[in-house]
């Protein structure tokens, strides 16, 4: 089940989220692939939690295809992301 944080940064990340489409470069995948490693969550639980197939999943962590705006910001929240993470991750540009 995804939970929704109510606090701080992470209020401030979600509201700006629409801001995100015209601000992505890129995702960067690594800061991704480290924080959903730091969190201990499994590709096949962030497939579900997303509501998308686990190859489609693959995809986008190996950028065949892009995250959508909503599916960020489930991201965002489903990992409690503070919002320097969510520059680190989703505004950088130092991106793979």
Same mark, same amino acid.
Do not use: P
């Given at each position: 089940?995804?939970?929704?944080?109510?606090?701080?940064?992470?209020v401030r990340?979600?509201?700006?989220?629409?801001?995100?489409? #015209?601000?992505?470069?890129?995702?960067?995948? +690594? $800061?991704?692939?480290?924080?959903?490693?730091?969190? @201990?969550? %499994?590709?096949? #639980?962030?497939?579900?939690?997303l509501d998308? +197939? $686990?190859?489609?999943?693959?995809?986008?962590?190996? @950028?065949? %295809?892009e995250f959508?705006?909503?599916?960020?910001?489930?991201?965002?929240?489903?990992?409690?992301?503070?919002?320097?993470?969510?520059?680190?991750?989703?505004?950088?540009?130092?991106?793979?």
């Amino acid at each position: 089940m995804l939970t929704i944080i109510h606090i701080g940064d992470i209020v401030r990340s979600v509201k700006e989220i629409h801001t995100l489409k #015209t601000e992505v470069r890129d995702v960067n995948r +690594s $800061e991704l692939r480290a924080e959903f490693a730091r969190q @201990g969550i %499994s590709n096949r #639980t962030i497939a579900k939690e997303l509501d998308i +197939s $686990e190859q489609a999943f693959y995809n986008k962590m190996n @950028g065949e %295809s892009e995250f959508k705006e909503s599916e960020i910001k489930k991201l965002i929240q489903l990992l409690g992301l503070s919002a320097s993470d969510v520059d680190r991750i989703f505004l950088s540009e130092n991106v793979n």
